[in-house]
T-cell receptor, first 112, second 111 residues
Framework: GQQLNQSPQSMFIQEGEDVSMNCTSS?????WLWYKQDPGEGPVLLIA?????ELTSNGRLTAQFGITRKDSFLNISASIPSDVGIYFC????????????FGKGTKLSVKP | DAGITQSPRHKVTETGTPVTLRCHQT?????MYWYRQDPGHGLRLIHY???????DKGEVSDGYSVSRSKTEDFLLTLESATSSQTSVYFC??????????FGAGTRLSVL
């Protein structure tokens, strides 16, 4: 089936540093979503992207829908301790019965 | 949690027993989903529903059944639980085929 390759799998950074993570696929997607999951909770939507080339911000978070429609990037600027968690990308296209395809997540750890 | 309640939040059961997890929504969204989350696998779709009494299989549906008799409730049943079904289960809802909103999860342990 379709797969999303999300990288890196984990990151250990210092508070104040910027973070970058990405998702790639061999398939084209019409929508890219980025979620964050805190320990013991469900994923929460951060950013939704609907057009190739689209760049969208949500506070210190910025995400981009790749021009090829096969990738997406999430950047976090000036990280803080509450950024700790697992970040998931998800793609949606007309295939897969219209269901979301999820990456396996990037686990972010922030040292104060 | 976008008006989504999962129950129970935690459950420990024995191999071979039936288990039912409940997802209740107050958003009147058409679509409802059940996922399982396991280390190294991310979120995998078990079953989903596109309306009352309308359901379909996802990627990992073996050993699971679902029912949706009302818009607001989506039940996931493990007819005879196995240790491989120990996992965290998430319900999600969406209005269309786009953004999904997730519940807080049910942690299930099958001993």
């Amino acid at each position: 089936g379709q797969q999303l390759n999300q990288s890196p799998q984990s990151m250990f950074i210092q508070e104040g540093e910027d973070v970058s993570m990405n998702c790639t696929s061999s398939s084209i997607f019409n929508t890219w979503l980025w979620y964050k999951q805190d320990p013991g909770e469900g994923p929460v939507l951060l950013i939704a992207l609907y057009k190739a080339g689209e760049l969208t911000s949500n506070g210190r978070l910025t995400a981009q829908f790749g021009i090829t429609r096969k990738d997406s990037f999430l950047n976090i600027s000036a990280s803080i301790p509450s950024d700790v968690g697992i970040y998931f990308c998800a793609g949606l296209n007309g295939g897969s019965q219209g269901n979301l395809i999820f990456g396996k997540g990037t686990k972010l750890s922030v040292k104060p | 949690d976008a008006g989504i309640t999962q129950s129970p939040r935690h459950k420990v059961t024995e191999t071979g027993t039936p288990v039912t997890l409940r997802c209740h929504q107050t958003e009147n969204h058409r679509y409802m989903y059940w996922y399982r989350q396991d280390p190294g696998h991310g979120l995998r779709l078990i079953h989903y529903s596109y309306g009352v009494k309308d359901t379909d299989k996802g990627e990992v549906s073996d050993g699971y059944s679902v029912s949706r008799s009302k818009t607001e409730d989506f039940l996931l049943t493990l007819e005879s639980a196995t240790s491989s079904q120990t996992s965290v289960y998430f319900c999600a809802i969406s209005e269309g085929r786009n953004i999904q909103y997730f519940g807080a999860g049910t942690r299930l342990s099958v001993l």
